[in-house]
């Protein structure tokens, strides 16, 4: 997945490069700074002192001696006042700079902590929102696998609306593996009248919707299902992007899938795809819930509300929320794995 958020401790991540939120000196600190230089050990502090310094928004390259990466990049971000003071282009700056400097050394991975977020004050949501934007854009045009690793869970808000808002519906949808209420037993039996009902609709090649809901065939669906019936994943994900003349490479940047697994699919149609890979297909080609379904059941999947993740996904479509960073952020707060790869 080219981008993905992490939680993790940056000079723990076997990447290429990791970046470090330094100061202007290049002289070492507290927090990442403060764990780099202790864990890379002394040679670094020695070789920032020949680089004599560093401007706010400029980034240095340095190796990473005792770290498991080959080189820190170290960059300096704003210190927040209160976002009038150019702190934004600044913070941008830093990710630009530091991403076309691991791309002149070959980087194809590399590790970003929320720069300017700590003792620098930047609000961290606003933080994020920089560090993914800039990162998404230098992702349009290269390839690289780029690592936000936060420090801990809460290193970031979420839209608390959204957030909730998807918990809610989790907990309206979500169908226990254990039943224990007699309202629950009831549904389930629900269910798997409907299941049964369904298989026999899914005989006669007919859509249908989640066992819960009456058993419509959408038109779209239905014609997709009688028009390509012999469609393969692979035939119906580059008829969907011809359908919406987009190129390959602006579907797959948008499913924050990797160009080369993206190639792997096109190139041979009995290539099987992860649920999450054809889930964030489906977001990049901002699919119906029914299409969803479809390109679901081609590569032999389906949506299921036992599942929390695939709920998530299906609020987010039927709420047309197609952003894959911030379903991917939904994802990771519900420790749930995130779509891509
Ligand atoms: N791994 C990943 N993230 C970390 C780690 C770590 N080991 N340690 C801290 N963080 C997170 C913090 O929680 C924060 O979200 O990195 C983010 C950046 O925080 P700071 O390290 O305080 O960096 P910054 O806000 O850019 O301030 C830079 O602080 O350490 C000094 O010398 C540094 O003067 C400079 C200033």
């Known amino acids: 997945m080219p981008l993905e958020i992490v939680r993790n ?14 100061n202007t000196s290049l002289l070492g600190g507290g927090g990442v700074d ?11 502090l020695e070789e920032c002192r020949t680089l004599h310094g560093c401007r706010t928004g400029e980034a240095k390259i340095t190796k990473g001696y005792r770290l498991p990466c080959k080189y820190v990049i170290h960059t300096a971000g704003p210190i927040y006042q209160d976002g009038q003071h150019g702190e934004r282009d600044l913070l941008v700056a830093c990710y630009q700079n530091s991403l076309e400097l691991a791309k002149a050394h070959d980087c194809e991975t590399v590790a970003f902590p929320l720069i300017s977020s700590g003792v620098y004050g930047y609000p961290k949501a606003d933080a994020l929102k920089v560090a993914i934007d800039a990162i998404t854009h230098f992702l349009f045009e290269n390839d690289m696998t780029i690592y936000i690793v936060v420090f801990s869970k809460d290193a970031f808000e979420i839209s608390s609306k959204l957030f909730s808002d998807i918990e809610a519906y989790i907990d309206d949808v979500y169908v226990e593996e254990h039943l224990d209420s007699p309202r629950e037993s009831i549904r389930s039996r629900l269910q798997s009248k409907y299941l049964k009902q369904a298989r026999e609709y899914e005989e006669l090649d007919e859509c249908y919707e989640a066992p819960t809901a009456p058993m419509v065939a959408s038109d779209a669906c239905l014609n997709d299902m ?22 390959d490479a602006e579907c797959y940047k948008r499913a924050n899938v990797d160009r080369r697994l993206f190639n792997k699919i096109k190139n041979n149609p009995l290539y099987k795809p992860s649920k999450q890979t054809v889930l964030a297909f489906a977001i990049a080609l901002e699919l119906s819930l029914d299409e969803t379904k479809n390109m679901l059941m081609k590569a032999g999947f389906a949506l299921s509300h036992s599942n929390r993740a695939d709920i998530v996904v299906e609020y987010c479509i039927m709420t047309g929320n197609y952003n894959i960073i911030e379903i991917n952020q939904v994802l990771f707060k519900l420790d749930l794995q995130p779509l891509g790869y």
């Not at 940056?10 to 330094?22: E, L, Q, R």
Request: aromatic letters at 2%; a negative charge; charged letters at 25%.
């Open 226 to 247: 009688l028009n390509q019936i012999d469609e393969s994943f692979a035939e119906m994900l580059i008829r969907k992007i011809d359908e919406r003349q987009i190129t």
């Open 9 to 22: 401790d940056i000079t723990k991540m076997a990447v290429d490069a990791i970046v470090n939120a330094a």
């Open 34 to 44: 403060g764990a780099i230089h202790r864990a890379a050990g002394p040679q670094l």
